[in-house]
């Protein structure tokens, strides 16, 4: 997507932004201590939270979207929310998006609304309307819990109430939360509506991490202009680098371990994630990819996250004196993508006995303590028992992107082989039909000049082939990157995946996409149905 005329000419009118300032709290200044989110717990069994999704521009033109939350009169913006396996989440959203400027007006695209189907208020999809996706929670596709096709929130409307029960079996990790109406799911994202979700219980399977000091840090994207890709900057923690000269600060004591719990909220950034000490990246741990506890834990350099992926990994903190930075390596993405260029997240500010030059703006709250609990092993865990299973179903799918003229790719596919390329639309049938007790192997290809992020709602698969080589991954994953195409002469690259529609929880009708989300947005996604 190198080029985005087509785009420019149509929302010319966003480049001249004047939104009327509303009511998104401020962010931390640049350079400043990175906290983690305020964190949301459940007690006995219940997390019970209300958000009001707000909508302001800041000094610097950047448009923001905030989930707010009230806690006891502070306002916090994307909280965590922490739960146990079991436990029911009650969501309440309030969509008070401000859009009372002409050129908003100009950006908002008609999507055809779903027929038949509404959850929530219904009407049109658009800039203003929103909903939520609990990226990565194995819990039932439908409305008023992670429903994404027929729900629609629109502005000044009562609370829409989300109520789920986290499964008994939901992997112990990190997930998360975001806008997902089709056709606007980047501009929200872009704007900073993001959370973690954490499922606790991790120390159960995986206990290096006991008693670590855990950090949590979601790491956003964001355009000047949404949908007009260019320029980007990251932040972490809401703390940007802008000017790449004052870094993020992350501070840790000298020789410290801490379990870090890494979010790719960005809207399509593949995070090369590096942690640099004295100028070499030294290994990080891994202990879950994507809110699945690893069999075995495993040491690398360099962490892959596409964009919507999670890695868990605990960090060992050089002796005092050294440098240390939290760093992204270039990612390459293709002829046809955006380069996703070297940078530093955070510097690393090694502090004895918590004496810092900095001050942390404000304290975070402590999550519940951790109740001293067994060791239980991976195999217990769901999907672990997958690799054994019989298959059902074979199919191969594929990434293809069209080109219009001179200026790049204009259309963007997803599509299960034999069908005809076709973009999403809300009233389509399912591209795939299965049954609860499915396991299917998926091969997924990409034809395109671009590398494409593939993800799917629901439930979590399992990587067993990349370029039809044994893949050598033993965890689950929800979202997965698919190198670009070089072009004639060359073998597409794919990946080979095992779906498993046994738990009869997440029955219904639910997408899988690429999670660059200007691509899902303009349709690179379709629906599968699972009968009951
Ligand atoms: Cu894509």
């Known amino acids: 997507m190198r080029s985005r005329c087509w785009l420019a000419i149509v929302f010319c009118g966003c480049s001249v932004l004047s939104w009327a300032a509303s009511d998104c709290p401020p962010r931390p200044a640049e350079g400043s201590v990175v906290n983690d989110p305020y964190a949301i717990s459940s007690q006995n069994g219940v997390l019970t939270a209300r958000f009001t999704l707000a909508h302001s521009v800041d000094q610097d033109g950047y448009t923001h979207y905030c989930y707010k939350y009230d806690a006891s009169g502070q306002i916090e913006e994307a909280p965590t929310l922490r739960v146990n396996p079991g436990d029911t989440l009650n969501l309440e959203i309030f969509n008070r ?15 055809p609304a779903a027929q038949g189907e509404t959850c929530g208020d219904g009407g049109n999809p658009s800039l203003d309307a929103t909903n939520v996706h609990f990226h990565g929670l194995n819990v039932p596709p439908i409305c008023h819990q992670d429903d994404v096709i027929d729900t ?65 840090f979601v790491i956003r994207q964001q355009y000047l202009v949404p949908w007009i890709p260019g320029p980007y900057e990251l932040s972490i923690n809401y703390v ?29 950034d593949f995070l090369e994630l590096e942690v640099v000490v004295n100028n070499k990246p030294e290994k990080l741990e891994i202990i879950a990819l994507d809110g699945y506890p690893l069999a075995k834990t495993r040491e690398e350099k360099e962490i892959l996250i596409p964009p919507a992926g999670r890695a868990e990994f605990i960090v060992q903190a050089p002796p005092s004196g050294s440098s240390a930075v939290f760093y992204t390596q270039a990612y390459s993405t293709g002829p046809t993508g955006n380069p996703d260029v070297a940078g530093t997240l955070a510097d690393i500010e090694l502090t004895d006995n918590n004496q810092s030059l900095h001050t942390a703006k404000a304290p975070t709250p402590a999550p519940a303590p951790k109740p001293a609990s067994p060791s239980a092993s991976t195999a217990a865990l769901k999907f672990s028992d997958l690799a054994h299973q019989a298959v059902t179903a074979e199919r191969k799918l594929y990434f293809s992107e069209e080109f219009g003229g001179t200026n790049g790719p204009i259309q963007f596919y997803v599509t299960v082989d034999g069908q005809k390329q076709r973009v999403f639309e809300a009233d389509e049938k399912p591209a795939i039909t299965t049954k609860v007790g499915a396991v299917e192997d998926w091969t997924i290809e990409n034809r395109a000049l671009e590398t494409h992020a593939f ?60 999670h660059i989300l200007l691509h899902e947005d303009l349709g690179m996604m379709h629906k599968i149905l699972v009968e009951p």
């Open 455 to 514: 993800h799917i709602h629901q439930i979590h698969f399992k990587v067993l082939e990349v370029d039809g080589k044994p893949a050598g991954d033993d965890g689950m994953r929800d979202t997965i990157e698919i190198p670009y195409w070089s072009g004639p002469g060359t073998p597409y690259h794919s990946v080979k995946v095992r779906m498993d529609f046994r738990d009869p929880t997440i029955a219904g009708t639910f997408v899988f996409h690429c």
């Open 240 to 268: 940007v680098d802008q000017n790449e000269k004052v870094p993020p600060l992350i501070q840790m004591q000298p020789g410290e371990q801490q379990f870090w719990r890494v979010v790719n909220a960005s809207i399509q």
């Open 152 to 216: 629609l929130i629109q502005p000044g409307s009562p609370g829409f109430k989300y109520s789920m029960q986290i499964p008994t079996t939901e992997p112990p990790g990190l997930y998360w939360y975001h806008p997902h109406v089709h056709g606007f799911t980047e501009f929200q994202v872009n704007g900073g509506a993001a959370g973690a979700i954490v499922v606790e219980g991790m120390e159960k399977y995986r206990p290096e991490v006991q008693g670590l000091t855990e950090r949590i």
């Open 97 to 111: 998006i401000k859009d009372d400027d002409q050129n908003a007006k100009k950006m908002t695209m008609k999507m």
